[in-house]
């Protein structure tokens, strides 16, 4: 590493350090005393030029004690001696190759003189993609531990307009997730975070898009989009501030882990690391979302090319109610549908204390023989000799009192000095103890061991963290354990994923109460939200779809809200497509629908799941709310399939339906079905004039949908339809 030591940068070229994300950038400069500023941000930021001395520009990260006493900061630690405030000073950069051709790591390593504290703000690029993704290190060099209150992982600075707006995604906790909620900003600061501990994104993602000019367009428009990498408790905060006699404003977003509660005492010789925050400044949010699926992709995502698994769950159709015959006759009917995978859920485990319901049993991952007297391998081998791979629910981190595990390991659960409070009747294991870590991995290595052949995973965890406490920590390094927490965790599942390279991973928390960049490393998509009304979920996935893949965001036809089953069928092929129905019960015209639906998501799936994800008409914003459209495209614009939803009467005209991307010299087949027994129509069309509108909205009472298939004329689809 090249680092100047205790010797102060000399020459201009020595201060200036560009972080450049390909098509946007930001520039750090050190002034005279070594303070560093932020130069430029935004699209032409990497090459900024200083116009004045970098004292004048806003600081790139400031801090408790810095210059500025009015503003919060974005470090606050108190050190070994009692001294509340932190002056850094630019010591050094290092660049070194990243992951990827053409990348960098970037780490640019500050020094407070008087205290002894290093701390190094990192940047590894994705050019390819147009992500930064951003952290910081700090070293405690100091004689004595030091408390850190706050180290936000990126702190820039904006000049916005009046019309500066956000939108954040979160609604009122279980089955409300990614509701999108936008507004303009206003001087003071506002923050947006999350709390809870273990399933934090219940309550509200660790996502934020900040547009400084105001709302941004799907095609144009500053937007920024920020992912706060953490499996924990996250926070954003934005500080707008009037400038006189002006209408901009200047604005500094912090974005990183929630410090509320979570001060941590930081040894000498340790380092502190905060998350990694992913973000990029795009031209319109097709944009944006284009350059999150392409870095979801390439940095996040376990086999991201892996086209994935229809999948029939059980879950609302048994509950916890089941035994072998009804599980069989279930899978009797994936298969006869078409399915992949049949994922047994809860309820199948707990021997003295069988789970019959949610107040016992879980801990004991042990087959309950009174529901399936031939074992979890009769179930794996019904599935096999239908065609079908066997999957499974755990709930690993759990516990409930009533249980064998919690008889024998009471002291293993997370917890204060108070009697610990139950939450669904159940308790949280503590991963700061070995032992139990090395327990939570076990549960995974028995289950798949007592069902061989098992190749598909829902990992759960239904509650949050209540009562704070951790025996592995003493008494004065308690609030340590809200991160520590989230860093074993993520230890426990990096060696189930290490271990069981080929099952698939479904992640969940009481829905989609664990989505974040961070976690998802170590699976393959999750469970988005327990609220399967396809209403619901339609908005649900428009949200989530910002940031994800199609391939993550696991969507299954359920009977939730009683909607019509075309209608919920479209809802679902339009992310990653799968069933949660009671298909026995299905009557012939069900069954028909089901049909027609596994047909088109074998059509359609590689399209959905890997395709350019292109939004048409917003469910979310706008004057009507009642329609959404969005469409998927291969890469070179010979195909397309486009999903039109009408969600409540109509009462507006009809939008246009535009679809761009398509080549306009082309003709192509257009299919349209609403999978009802109506004949699906077919036609040929130019690229042009689908550019212009003429796929047609065609959709006239609530609760239908369109399914538009496109396809250049002479090609065919991958299964070879
Ligand atoms: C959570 C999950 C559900 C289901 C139940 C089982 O609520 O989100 O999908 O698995 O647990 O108890």
Known sequence: ?????????????????????????WTWSADDDGRLHQVGLGPSGAGAALDVDAVWYPDAHPTWGGPDPYRPPALRITHTDGTTTTRLRFSGVERRPGPDVGDEVVRITTIDDEVDLRVTFCTRTHRASGVLEQWVEVLNDESGAVTVWDVDSIAPAFLVGPEASVVQFGGSGWADEWAWSAERLTPGTKVFDSLGGIQPHLQRSPFLLLEPNGPASETSGDTVGCSILWGGNTRFAVDVRPRSGEQARDLRLRAGANPLGAHYVLDPGRTFTSPVVAWTWADGRQELTDRFHDWTRARVLRDPDRTRPIVVNNWETTFFSFDHDRIVGLVDRSADLGADVFLLDDGWFGTSHPRDDDTAGLGDWDVDRRKLPEGLPGLVSAASERGLRFGIWVEPEMVNPRSDLFDAHPDWVIRDRRTPREHRNQLALDPLLGEVRDFEV?????????????????WDANRPVTDPGSRALPPDRQSNAWVDWVHATWEVMERVATAHPDVELMLCASGGGRTDHGTLRFFHEFWTSDNTDPVARIRMQWACGHWFPASTIAAHVTAWGGRPLPFACAVALSARFGFDLDLEALDEEGTAVCRRAVALARRTQDLVQHGRLRRLVSPVEGEDRSRAALAYLSPDGDRAVVFCFQLDEPTDPPPDLLLAGLDDDATYEVAVTDLTSRRESVRSVPGSEIRRGALGWGLTRALTARVIEVRASGTRNRSGA
């Open 442 to 458: 076990g549960v995974v290595d028995r289950v798949l061991g007592i069902a061989p052949g098992t190749s598909y995973l829902k």
């Open 1 to 25: 590493m090249q680092d100047t030591g205790d010797r102060a940068p000399t020459r201009p070229d020595d201060r200036t350090i560009r972080l450049d994300a390909g098509s946007w950038g």
